[in-house]
């Protein structure tokens, strides 16, 4: 007797399946990821403080191209790191206080940048964006290289911004790749090294409405 063959839509059903099963999984993920931040925001509101604030701490005033904290921020379970810097006040974006560079390890003293965070005044995302390689002298990957990695920055000091960071870039994530893709295709055929292109994708983002698209008010 032969065995029973599904028909075209079980087949399809069942190729598709796992896919649907990791986008619940990674939309679970940012659901848990946007309560957790959105918790510790409801705190840093109540104290009066934000992640810059955290970072530059008790220093006097905040120096243009100086790196908050100092040494960088490394988690020291994973490898990750980022920090917190400013470019010249005719450099920044309107209401830019300053912006974070996030990077995962890629070897001995080797830092792959994965995204930059710009950040209002009042510690608020304002957009996400990408480098050129030559921006950071990072080791390039691209962004298939870069699909599946997380950041793991939570045991990065001080650890309230390195969760908060780590939270933050997972309830973007779906944003993240798209600008890594979107890089390369920019890059493609302008090289790594052109300095005429210091970024090649960014987006605007609103975190209110981000957070109650996922459920959290």
């Not at 599904?6 to 190729?15: I, M, T, V």
């Not at 490394?74 to 005719?90: E, L, M, N, R």
């Not at 003293?109 to 510690?123: A, N, P």
Request: include cysteine.
């Amino acid at each position: 007797m032969n065995a029973t063959q599904p028909s075209p839509a079980g087949a399809e059903a069942a190729r598709q399946a796992p896919w649907r099963q990791h986008v619940t999984q990674q939309h679970a993920q940012q659901q848990d990821a946007a309560r957790e931040l959105a918790g510790r925001m409801l705190d840093w509101a109540q104290r009066r403080v934000s992640a810059p604030t955290l970072l530059l701490g008790a220093a006097r005033g905040f120096v243009e191209w100086a790196h908050y904290p100092q040494p960088d921020a490394i988690d020291p379970v994973s490898g990750w790191k980022f920090y917190y810097h400013a470019h010249a006040a005719s450099q920044r974006l309107y209401h830019e206080h300053g912006h974070f560079h996030v990077f995962l390890p890629a070897g001995h003293d080797l830092w792959t940048h994965w995204i930059g965070l710009t950040l209002d005044r009042r510690g608020l995302p304002l957009r996400l964006f990408t480098t050129n390689r030559w921006v950071t002298d990072e080791a390039w990957r691209s962004s298939g290289e870069l699909a599946g990695e997380h950041p793991r920055l939570r045991d990065a000091a001080p650890t309230e911004v390195g969760a908060w960071l780590e939270s933050l870039l997972c309830v973007y994530a779906d944003d993240v790749a798209q600008l890594q893709r979107e890089r390369d295709l920019r890059l493609a055929g302008r090289g790594l090294d052109d300095h005429r292109l210091r970024i090649p994708s960014q987006c605007r983002v609103n975190l209110l409405e981000r957070l109650q698209a996922l459920g959290v008010q």
